[in-house]
């Protein structure tokens, strides 16, 4: 049996341990910048494209003539079409990064991380322009779905869909609260150890 | 000095600390490559900004801290189950009973309590292993040399106890 445990001296044993030379110079770091760069850009090309491929499909759309209601739900939904592109340039296109964001201490760095998702969550409603998504969308099938009740079995096909979907925005209501609770208790023991 | 000499020069002086540190946030061989590349290349990119406010060490340290806590952070799964060092100290001995023989099981032991610890926790017990004082330490969290002190303190209490259960076994 050993006399001496390894476990008594855990900083010899964890700077002998083995490691694996880094072997990209700094002309490859470049060139693997300039890829990510691209990437990044290129994605974020994608959901403007995307963006505003919807503002001209709904706005084609808009200008059919037929019922006000529905139409006007189109309109909504052309514009959500512009305003997804708008958050995607100003969201996704990527920056380079500021000094002070390299100078913080760890400590600021992760509760800033930590806030950066508690806001995302908070704030996605408004960052995917949902209102307009939701309030358009409604606007064209509510129409629809009050003509279907002369057909009472449409709305008795259609109406698991719906409990189901009542039942999964509870669900992620409630797990939403609860992460972001969790996030926010962390943030504040943060905020109790800066200096 | 330009971008890319500062970057030289880190790498040279601290390449093999800057992989002990991605193997303290990654245990799959893998992530651990990418996290590690992930970690020169933002290092690379922070040294256009190095204007000496701080050491080289400490620059080069906080740059990895948090581009390998963003990584942990991604995992909300994994984020959710980290705990305090408070907590590991709590946990009852029979957790960690078994006797570590070996320096290889010992360094398979310390690395999944690390992989065990929150970022913050994390950040001091690599740094401590790293032969690190108190107020370098402080100098890179931004937490009180006194915080760090007390944080250490009871990561030493773990790892002697630690030790002490495997003399007892082993006896």
């Excluded at chain 1, 505003?52 to 189109?74: N, S």
């Excluded at chain 1, 997804?84 to 100003?90: I, L, M, N």
């Excluded at chain 1, 996704?92 to 000094?99: A, D, E, L």
Aim: glycine residues 4%; charged residues 25%.
């Amino acid at each position: 049996m050993p006399s001496e445990f390894p476990m008594n001296d855990p900083q010899n044993i964890w700077k002998n341990q083995p490691t694996e030379p880094f072997t990209m110079s700094a002309n490859e770091l470049c060139r693997k910048a300039q890829q990510h760069e691209r990437k990044a850009r290129f994605e974020a090309l994608y959901s403007i494209i995307a963006g505003l491929m919807l503002f001209v499909f709904f706005a084609w759309r808009f200008v059919q003539p037929y019922e006000v209601v529905p139409r006007m739900g189109v309109g909504l939904l052309s514009l959500w079409g512009i305003y997804y592109a708008y958050q995607a340039y100003k969201w996704i296109w990527p920056g380079r990064p500021t000094p002070d964001a390299t100078l913080n201490t760890t400590l600021q760095s992760y509760r800033s991380e930590l806030e950066k998702r508690r806001d995302h969550g908070r704030h996605l409603w408004r960052r995917a322009g949902l209102t307009f998504l939701v309030l358009g969308v409604a606007m064209v099938i509510v129409p629809a779905l009050i003509k279907s009740l002369d057909t009472p079995r449409l709305l008795l096909n259609t109406l698991p869909f719906f409990v189901l979907l009542a039942i999964w925005l509870a669900v992620f209501l409630r797990l939403r609260k609860r992460n972001r609770g969790k996030l926010q208790q962390e943030i504040e023991e943060l905020r109790a150890l800066e200096m | 000095m330009s971008q890319d000499s500062l970057y030289e020069q880190a790498a040279e002086a601290y390449g093999s600390s800057l992989d002990r540190l991605a193997r303290a946030y990654e245990l799959d061989p893998e992530a651990r490559r990418d996290l590690l590349q992930d970690i020169h290349l933002n290092l690379w990119r922070s040294f256009a900004y190095f204007d000496q406010r701080c050491s080289l060490r400490t620059w080069v340290y906080r740059v990895a801290h948090n581009v390998a806590t963003g990584h942990v952070i991604r995992q909300r799964r994994l984020r959710n189950r980290l705990v305090s060092i408070e907590n590991i100290e709590t946990l009852p001995g029979s957790e960690h009973g078994e006797l570590a023989a070996s320096q290889t099981e010992a360094l398979e032991r310390l690395s999944m309590l690390i992989q065990r610890l929150k970022p913050l926790d994390r950040q001091i017990i690599v740094s401590y292993l790293e032969e690190m004082d108190a107020s370098s330490i402080s100098e890179i969290t931004g937490l009180s040399p006194a915080n760090i002190a007390m944080k250490v303190h009871r990561i030493k209490n773990i790892l002697k106890r630690w030790s002490e259960e495997g003399g007892h076994h082993a006896q």
